[in-house]
């Protein structure tokens, strides 16, 4: 061979071998294998067809149902959970305190006798008599005392007038702007609220340890005071631990209540409200038939298992790996809730097992869960022999 020949084949070596072996790589083909996820089985509630009301689960936004009109509506003594929860937000209360004594006068005996001369729940007070504010709390709650309610409301914040201001601005923090009262104990038709508004209330009533543990209580002694039951019959009966009942003539029978159920592994509250039954024996039995429906339509749904597998990638060289979820993902769903699925799987040359490649996004409902995928192995650079073979005009 010439020397000019061995030298171009020496300058083309030179050149192209290093061109080859540094050249950039093609991507790994992706594949994607995008999910489909059934919902659940559709649920039909079994509210009763006369007043109005609502049911609503933890976990789940909004309500699963409303049956009646949901305007503004006299609420009667669930008026007194707000109450609580305002004297509360005044005077706060850690689980299990007494708080601090209040001692009763006669401004207290007198709002006793106002409410005697409208025939309203009550509880006997004396000038005098000494109750810790828990105490107290559970004698406007449990046998819903209408006078222990002014009492509370005038010791926390010096007046009637002044509890409702604070109420106002409490009920405006918390969003529960269709709810207004008129007095502390609801024996006003002026105090009125919505069902979805009420709903929530119970949520925040469960949400304080002393309020929370009140309402779950049978009965109590209070000293100076006596025993007393708790006016909600439905307490203990498929798990029932609250809140608060209701009677007034403009209201008719009310509950706000609550109670755990287990759907798959994982416990769900639900509180609800019915306004304006008949009578509380013929509420009770509906609240009952009500729960026994929501419980059918709460499902537990697994989105994504640890592991499996949504894409997998191929390189020209043989390379090839699968792109799994990194952890288990399950959702708590409603009814049948739609659920839909998008597989985003990134492209890559090359990277390690474990490597982070994309994920999967679910939507349920109104919500979007995301489930991280990583590779199942590593997906290595070809060998010299491969970037010689395959010229970089070619990849």
Partial sequence: ????????????????????????????????????????AAATLDFPDYGRGAIGASGIDGLLGTSGDQGR?????????????????????????????????????????????QDGSLEPVSAGLVLSQRQALETMLIPSANNYAI????????????FLAAARTWLDAQGLTDTVLVDPNGLSAGDV?????????????????????????QSADEPGVGSFTNTNELLGMSGIDGIKTGTTDEAGACLLFSTDVTVGG???????????????????????????????GLHEVTLATAGDAYASYTTEWGETAT????????????????????????????????????????????????????????????????????PPWTR
């Fill in 1 to 40: 061979m010439a020397a000019g020949g061995v030298l171009a084949v020496l300058l083309a070596v030179g050149v192209y071998v290093p061109s080859a072996a540094g050249a950039e790589l093609p991507q790994a083909t992706v594949a994607v294998s995008t999910p489909q996820v059934a919902p659940g």
């Fill in 73 to 117: 509506f006299p609420i009667a003594s669930i008026t007194k959970v707000v109450t609580a929860l305002v004297v509360l937000d005044a005077k706060p209360l850690a689980a299990g305190e007494q708080g601090p004594d209040i001692r009763f006068t006669q401004s207290d005996v007198d709002a006793y006798y106002d409410v005697l001369a």
């Fill in 151 to 162: 009492s509370l409301a005038r010791w926390a914040f010096g007046s009637e007038d002044a």
């Fill in 193 to 217: 609220s919505t069902p979805s508004d009420l709903v929530a209330l119970g949520q925040l009533a469960l949400a304080s340890p002393t309020v929370a543990s009140i309402v779950s209580m």
């Fill in 266 to 296: 994982q416990s769900v509250t639900l509180v609800g409200v019915i306004l304006g039954a008949p009578d509380h024996d013929v509420l009770d039995e509906d609240v009952l038939d009500l729960l026994d429906s929501v419980t059918p």
């Fill in 323 to 390: 792109a799994v979820a990194t952890t288990t993902q399950t959702v708590l769903t409603w009814s049948d809730t739609p659920v839909t699925a998008a597989v985003n799987a990134e492209p890559v040359e090359s990277a390690g097992k474990g490597d982070e490649v994309g994920e999967v996004t679910f939507t349920v409902g109104a919500k979007n869960f995301e489930v991280p995928l990583e590779l199942s192995a590593p997906i290595d650079d070809p060998d010299l022999m491969w970037r010689l073979t395959n």
